[in-house]
């Protein structure tokens, strides 16, 4: 049975969702392995992402050796990766290995939940009842859900997982338990004991196939890898129309954009020289009001100055009448002058 997981991670790893850590492999040689940080799960997601792209290729993703293709894995990691953590090729194969071996497991799961055909079951009913299966004979939760979705609907991915249900229903002697998952048949194995790489590792069945039923399965196969081919150009092609589409609708909602910030420059323009001129009317008024205020201030201080003329000159005669000397005055002229000077008299008690 082949050793899937992590040799040099540190024993204080948690599995993403907190459940505990897969039992690292104890390591045969004296040498203290070099321990780094977790992988993240957006690490775990760019990791199958490169695996997907590096050994999906149609032209030579069969025809790759396994140094070959974890070399343009790591390449597509190393250009991709968010963050600043190294990590080695022998990092993420070691990393592939465990999230391959989970996966496995749990598709093997969930094809046994697929196969109870219960209704009304969704396929949520369906993946948590398989999370509960999977937490109960592998002793712990399944930690690779981020990467599964990725895999699940990939051509690759389906045509292992349907030749895996096949072998798994025609065969009475297989046992369908998760670790008897094989791994996705144009991917290698590599065993962590013995440092050794296999290629297309696979289960051993008890009854080996016969040529026939091997050739038939092997056109069969090829067929479906043309199909899948197809059906990928196909939805390359729809792709790049839906893109050029979207291109499209982006392109005519920024023209729309540049109109309508246009209309509304010009709104604005239109609006801040109405407050100008308001502005500047209110200005004038302002001006106006003041210089009639001013005039206004200009008449009230002529009218003072005039008072206080009047006023000068009343003194001036009260003066003299007051220092008038009477008493040489006829009784008439000497009585008026006399009623003037008590008069000048009480004004002057009352100011």
Known sequence: MFCFGFKDMDSQDQNLDGSP??????????????????????????????????SIDSIQGTDQRHTQLWEKISDYFQQHKETTAERSIKSLTNRWSCIQKATNAFCAILAQVEGLNKSGMTDQDRFEKANIMYESQEKGRFQFAHCWRLLKDQPKWISRDVKQRKMMFQSPTLNPTPIQCSAPIDDSVYDLETGNVIENGAIDLDRPMGR?????????????????IKLKRMKYTLLEESRAQEEEFYRQKSEKMEYEKEKEEKKLHLEEERLRLEAEKIRQEDERLRLEAEKIRQQDERLRLKAEKMELAKRESDQQIMMMDVSVMPELQRLYFEELRREIMMRRRKT
């Open 212 to 228: 026939k039923v091997e050739e038939g399965e092997r056109k069969a196969e090829c067929s479906q890898e043309e199909e899948m």
């Open 21 to 54: 850590p897969l039992p690292p492999n104890n390591p045969t040689s004296g040498k203290k392995s070099n321990r780094g940080v977790n992988f993240s799960p957006e690490e775990d997601k760019l990791l199958v992402s490169a695996w997907l792209n590096c």
